[in-house]
């Protein structure tokens, strides 16, 4: 058990629909990073939070947003799905920005 | 960052020592090597990092050749829990928000 947690485990949406995918950090990390992973593009790096402001942006779609809150918990809205987005979202901590990042158990996001 | 190379799949006998090797020959002086580890579709688990000295912890070892060209991770006593994708990243330590780029890693079998 890292100590990160992620909420739901698993979602299920249609095509054109928004859900919100919840990270709770470690204990005293500030720093909260986004991950998707997908089948065919492996695990790739969407954004990255520290102590409430945005540090760092991979490939993140328009479509995609996140922020993190006062008490360090980090969210990953997803809007207008579709097909593709279907994946793993991985949230990851670390305590500084350099320091170690320990990761989630994930959201597996399902479009239909 | 440094781009990795490592061996697509690796097979090792139970209680055996797994060494998985890595090549990163473009790494520069301000990157540690970090290995992190998937087992099946579960968030990635840190193993261990190390910059030009050898380290170990309770998980494995990390061999740095003293050119910093290659490492080798070594799991000493493989059971089949340790069957997973291993990856191998190189990242800076001196910039701030740098994520992880994760590439196809070996995927180590574990068998009885």
């Known amino acids: 058990d890292s100590g990160v947690t992620q909420t739901p485990k698993h979602l299920i949406t249609a095509t054109g629909q928004r859900v919100t995918l919840r990270c709770s950090p470690r204990?005293?990390?500030?720093?909260v990073y986004w991950y998707q992973q997908s089948l065919d593009q492996g695990l790739q790096f969407l954004i990255q939070?520290?102590?409430?402001?945005?540090?760092a942006k991979g490939n993140i779609l328009e479509r995609f947003s996140a922020q993190q809150f006062p008490d360090l918990h980090s969210e990953l809205n997803l809007s207008s799905l579709e097909l593709g987005d279907s994946a793993l979202y991985f949230c990851?901590?670390?305590?500084?920005?350099?320091?170690?990042?320990?990761f989630g158990p994930g959201t597996r996001l399902l479009v239909l | 960052d440094a781009k990795t190379t490592q061996p697509t799949s690796m097979d090792c006998a139970e209680g055996r020592a797994a060494n998985l090797p890595c090549n990163h020959s473009?790494?520069?002086?301000?990157?540690?090597v970090y290995w992190y580890r998937q087992i099946h579709s579960q968030g990635p688990q840190y193993i261990i990092h190390g910059l030009k000295n050898n380290e170990t912890n309770e998980m494995a070892s990390l061999i740095i050749t003293e050119d910093r060209k290659s490492s080798t991770l070594i799991l000493p006593h493989a059971t089949l829990r340790d069957t997973a994708v291993y990856y191998c990243?190189?990242?800076?330590?001196?910039?701030?928000?740098?994520?992880?780029?994760f590439g196809k890693g070996t995927t180590l079998s574990v068998s009885s």
């Open positions: 473009t790494i520069s002086g301000n990157e540690y």
């Open positions: 204990s005293g990390d500030l720093s």
């Open positions: 990243i190189g990242r800076p330590f001196n910039q701030a928000g740098t994520a992880l780029i």
């Open positions: 990851a901590s670390s305590e500084t920005l350099q320091e170690t990042q320990y």
């Open positions: 939070y520290y102590n409430g402001e945005e540090r």
